[in-house]
């Protein structure tokens, strides 16, 4: 398998603008995870899926971010208007199962600056 | 308030030594509890899951220890090799079948 596939590996976009980043998971895998990581905050969950529902978006910073997983081999993470504290890298990784020990695999991130 | 911490300052450390790295985590009872790598722009890398029953597990030049009373993981890394050098991150489950958070994570080098 190819992995968790993640795009674009960079955006660089203006303060304002709406940026979308896509993932698609590992075949077969039923949980999806959306995190954020930074110096300051470290890596963050943003909001996970099981079985392409959304289960817990608490982490989602605010209104402006948006996720959906409208199959189970695609999800996106959408950030509308955009500023330049949303500066950091952003991952997507997938599991088989529950928790309780599952190995979480990670895509390679998608690095967005805001300027 | 609940939080994990790792080691605060990177570790630095010569080849051939033993690096110890630290998780402390406070107002959690995860039954399980994780460790990753990260390389400089890439994504965490699974390494090793260490139960809550289990005292210690190993893994080639690894080791991971799991003291649910002190709320604390360590993680060895014997016979260190610049190849080592990267971050690491432990994670957990808050608790039971809750969602899994991470650690800020330690920076290590080895020194040749």
């Known amino acids: 398998d190819a992995g968790v596939i993640q795009s674009p590996r960079h955006e660089v976009t203006e303060m304002g603008q709406e940026v979308t980043l896509r993932c698609k998971p590992i075949?077969?895998?039923?949980?999806l995870f959306w995190y954020r990581q930074t110096m300051m905050r470290g890596l963050e969950l943003l909001i996970y899926?099981?079985?392409?529902?959304?289960?817990?978006d608490s982490g989602m910073p605010e209104d402006r971010f948006s996720a959906k997983m409208p199959n189970a081999s695609f999800s996106t993470l959408k950030i509308q208007p955009s500023e330049p504290r949303d500066s950091a890298v952003y991952f997507c990784?997938?599991?088989?199962?529950?928790?309780?020990?599952?190995?979480?695999?990670f895509g390679e991130g998608s690095w967005l600056t805001v300027v | 308030s609940q939080k994990i911490e790792q080691n605060s300052e990177a570790l630095n450390i010569q080849e051939g030594k033993t690096a110890t790295l630290t998780c402390n985590y406070t107002?959690?009872?995860?039954?399980?509890l994780q460790w990753y790598r990260q390389d400089p722009g890439r994504g965490p890398v699974f390494l090793l899951l260490?139960?809550?029953?289990?005292k210690e597990k190993r893994k080639e030049r690894l080791k991971v220890t799991f003291d649910t009373t002190l709320k604390q993981s360590l993680f060895h890394i014997t016979a260190s090799q610049p190849a080592d050098s990267a971050t690491y991150l432990c994670?957990?489950?808050?608790?039971?079948?809750?969602?899994?958070?991470f650690g800020p994570g330690t920076s290590l080098s080895v020194i040749p």
């Open positions: 899926f099981n079985n392409n529902v959304p289960i817990d």
């Open positions: 994670a957990l489950e808050k608790t039971s079948y809750d969602k899994v958070i």
């Open positions: 107002n959690y009872s995860p039954a399980y």
């Open positions: 990784a997938s599991s088989l199962g529950r928790f309780s020990g599952n190995t979480i695999y």
């Open positions: 075949s077969g895998h039923d949980y």
């Open positions: 260490i139960r809550e029953n289990e």
